[in-house]
């Protein structure tokens, strides 16, 4: 089990590297964590909600997501208040003072069946803690880390943040405020984001093993792997350092709603080297780009009425007139239409209001989430659609409004779920919304895009710029994988984990080859 000193100290990049060391290493991996809060959440081949950082977990362990690897997701909905999903449904909202106790011992059992379930089902799981094991005030309640690690009898690594300052005394305080049994599970330390000569650092991890005797099993250094976030924080960080474009890139520019959701649907674009992708939250810093999307929004009300009050709305409207390309992505969609409606208030404390007036639409939000994952077709042949068209799409849908369309007007996709066939998506000038998340993932897509938006500055996209997305994501969670062997005693680490050294010395390469057949790579 990985826990941290904090949160946001790299626990699951961690998580997601030794889920790919053990895959390399011919082990049936699944990676695991109780309880997640996040915005970015992903829907499975079941149509059931989890977070997105065990999916990536998933992925990095060549297995198919599944929600008993995240039994608990909430969904951060307002100041005080989340939605709560259990084992991939909504249960509705709920806030924090009411969650944070017989609610949340309520979930225990779901988290237990989901533990057990998966260390019956897999070799090795790589189990993820949330925040600190030491936030004393949450703890009689906790479901997501020393309780998850005595139920599973699983030894801890502890990891702490050298990047940001005090790392050692974090450690030494999260020690002396656990339990004497639950410290007796801690069986190793690791830094990470670590910058500078280890050399110099050596003397502190002396220290560290003398004064706690837990063996410090490695640095980490920082790194920039691209490997999907779990939270806003680093969306945070790259507000703070917002990219320029050069005469080289593209300039597309992204909404940041208060309560944005899934912002690693643009994953793909900033891997894109002719792309500057920037996120905006006020208008004097809109600008023109060559692309505005409206990403999706756990409460669009909220978020809708941001955009008016901030002036971004008027602005919106006004690229539109000047026929600057717009997206809108799930809660971004809805807000383009004419007018959306909550009147059983299912996400907010609205009932209604007047929406961009872009696509030609009303929403209304219902008691119901639809959740599911989705194929298909695209059907339109306007704008960067054109030279894709009959191309096929894939990604997932997290909604709880339903788009009525008016009358005669073209939709994007036929997508196909569960059997059932329909429509998705609109098109008005050079604007288009669709409730189908990971659209940019879609590499065909993606590249027209991209190549239609270069001819409007009367320009030809090199053919070779053009990337893989899967490509790119497996050579990513290899070099992660390389990075923390190089690092980390794996050695020592399997020693605590009881794994037969000897097995573990089977040629990694030749056992993935072997794989293939067995359908653990995805």
Same mark, same amino acid.
């Given at each position: 089990?990985?826990?941290?000193?904090?949160?946001?100290?790299?626990k699951?990049v961690?998580a997601?590297?030794?889920?790919?060391?053990?895959?390399q290493e011919?082990?049936?991996?699944?990676?695991? =964590?109780?309880?997640?809060?996040?915005?970015?959440s992903?829907?499975?081949?079941?149509?059931?909600?989890m977070?997105?950082?065990q999916?990536?977990?998933?992925?990095a362990?060549?297995?198919?997501?599944?929600?008993?690897?995240n039994?608990?997701?909430?969904?951060?909905?307002g100041?005080?208040?989340?939605?709560?999903?259990?084992?991939?449904?909504s249960?509705?909202?709920?806030?924090a003072?009411?969650?944070?106790?017989?609610?949340?011992?309520?979930?225990? *059992?779901?988290?237990k069946?989901?533990?057990h379930?998966?260390?019956?089902?897999?070799?090795?799981?790589?189990?993820e803690?949330?925040?600190?094991?030491?936030?004393?005030?949450l703890?009689?309640?906790?479901?997501?880390?020393?309780?998850?690690?005595?139920?599973?009898?699983?030894?801890?690594?502890?990891?702490?943040?050298? &990047?940001?300052?005090?790392?050692?005394?974090?450690?030494?305080?999260?020690?002396?405020?656990?339990? *004497?049994?639950?410290?007796a599970?801690?069986?190793?330390?690791i830094?990470?984001?670590?910058?500078?000569?280890?050399a110099?650092?050596?003397?502190?991890?002396?220290?560290?093993?003398?004064r706690?005797?837990?063996?410090?099993?490695?640095?980490?250094?920082?790194?920039?792997?691209?490997?999907?976030?779990e939270?806003?924080?680093?969306?945070?960080?790259?507000m703070e350092?917002?990219?320029?474009?050069?005469?080289?890139?593209l300039?597309?520019?992204?909404?940041r709603?208060?309560?944005?959701?899934?912002f690693?649907d643009?994953?793909?674009?900033?891997?894109?080297?002719d792309?500057?992708?920037?996120y905006?939250?006020?208008?004097?810093n809109?600008?023109?780009?060559?692309?505005?999307?409206?990403?999706?929004?756990k409460?669009?009300?909220a978020?809708?009425?941001f955009?008016?009050?901030?002036?971004?709305?008027?602005?919106?409207?006004?690229?539109?007139?000047q026929?600057?390309?717009i997206?809108g992505?799930?809660?971004?969609?809805?807000?383009?239409?004419?007018?959306?409606? &909550?009147?059983?208030?299912?996400?907010?404390?609205?009932?209604e209001m007047?929406?961009?007036?872009?696509?030609p639409?009303?929403?209304?939000?219902e *008691?119901h989430?639809?959740t599911?994952?989705?194929?298909?077709?695209?059907?339109?042949?306007?704008?960067?659609f054109k030279?894709?068209?009959?191309?096929?799409?894939?990604?997932?849908?997290?909604?709880?409004?339903?788009?009525?369309? &008016?009358?005669?007007?073209?939709?994007?996709?036929?997508?196909?779920?569960?059997?059932?066939?329909?429509?998705d998506?609109?098109?008005?000038?050079?604007?288009?919304?669709?409730?189908?998340?990971?659209?940019?993932?879609?590499?065909?897509?993606?590249?027209s895009?991209?190549?239609?938006?270069?001819?409007r500055? &009367?320009?030809v996209?090199p053919?070779?710029?053009?990337?893989s997305?899967?490509?790119?994501?497996?050579?990513?969670?290899?070099?992660?994988?390389?990075?923390?062997?190089q690092?980390?005693?794996?050695?020592?680490?399997?020693?605590?984990?009881?794994?037969?050294?000897?097995?573990m010395?089977k040629?990694? =390469?030749?056992?993935?080859?072997?794989l293939?057949g =067995?359908?653990?790579?995805?």
């Amino acid at each position: 089990m990985i826990q941290g000193t904090s949160s946001s100290v790299g626990k699951s990049v961690l998580a997601a590297a030794f889920c790919r060391i053990f895959y390399q290493e011919g082990y049936l991996v699944s990676p695991f =964590k109780a309880q997640n809060m996040a915005l970015n959440s992903f829907v499975t081949t079941t149509g059931g909600e989890m977070g997105r950082a065990q999916v990536v977990q998933a992925q990095a362990a060549g297995v198919e997501p599944e929600v008993r690897m995240n039994p608990i997701l909430l969904k951060p909905s307002g100041p005080t208040g989340s939605q709560v999903v259990i084992m991939g449904k909504s249960q509705g909202n709920v806030t924090a003072l009411r969650y944070h106790g017989e609610y949340q011992r309520m979930t225990w *059992p779901y988290v237990k069946d989901a533990l057990h379930g998966l260390l019956d089902d897999f070799e090795v799981v790589v189990i993820e803690g949330a925040g600190s094991p030491a936030e004393v005030n949450l703890k009689s309640n906790d479901i997501v880390n020393m309780r998850v690690a005595m139920e599973a009898n699983s030894p801890v690594l502890l990891v702490a943040d050298i &990047d940001r300052g005090g790392a050692l005394a974090a450690v030494v305080g999260t020690l002396e405020l656990v339990e *004497p049994e639950e410290r007796a599970m801690i069986k190793g330390i690791i830094f990470n984001k670590f910058r500078g000569e280890l050399a110099l650092l050596q003397p502190a991890l002396d220290f560290m093993e003398e004064r706690t005797g837990i063996p410090v099993l490695g640095v980490v250094p920082y790194f920039k792997i691209r490997i999907p976030d779990e939270d806003s924080v680093a969306l945070n960080e790259a507000m703070e350092k917002p990219s320029v474009a050069s005469a080289e890139q593209l300039d597309i520019a992204v909404v940041r709603f208060p309560y944005i959701s899934n912002f690693t649907d643009f994953d793909a674009l900033l891997d894109e080297t002719d792309v500057s992708l920037r996120y905006v939250s006020e208008a004097a810093n809109l600008g023109k780009p060559d692309l505005l999307i409206l990403p999706g929004s756990k409460n669009t009300l909220a978020d809708l009425r941001f955009l008016h009050e901030s002036g971004l709305s008027a602005q919106i409207q006004d690229l539109c007139k000047q026929e600057v390309p717009i997206i809108g992505v799930c809660g971004g969609y809805q807000m383009m239409g004419r007018t959306v409606m &909550d009147p059983l208030h299912t996400e907010s404390e609205f009932e209604e209001m007047r929406g961009l007036d872009i696509l030609p639409m009303v929403t209304e939000f219902e *008691p119901h989430k639809h959740t599911v994952q989705c194929k298909g077709t695209i059907i339109s042949e306007h704008g960067f659609f054109k030279a894709c068209v009959g191309e096929n799409v894939a990604g997932y849908e997290i909604h709880m409004g339903r788009s009525t369309l &008016d009358e005669g007007q073209s939709p994007l996709f036929i997508l196909t779920s569960n059997g059932e066939s329909y429509t998705d998506g609109l098109q008005a000038g050079n604007a288009y919304g669709t409730y189908l998340h990971g659209i940019f993932d879609n590499d065909g897509l993606r590249t027209s895009l991209l190549g239609w938006l270069w001819q409007r500055r &009367d320009r030809v996209r090199p053919v070779e710029m053009s990337l893989s997305q899967a490509a790119l994501r497996e050579s990513a969670f290899n070099e992660l994988a390389d990075l923390v062997r190089q690092s980390v005693d794996i050695e020592r680490v399997r020693a605590i984990m009881g794994l037969d050294s000897e097995a573990m010395s089977k040629d990694a =390469k030749g056992l993935n080859d072997s794989l293939e057949g =067995k359908n653990r790579v995805i």
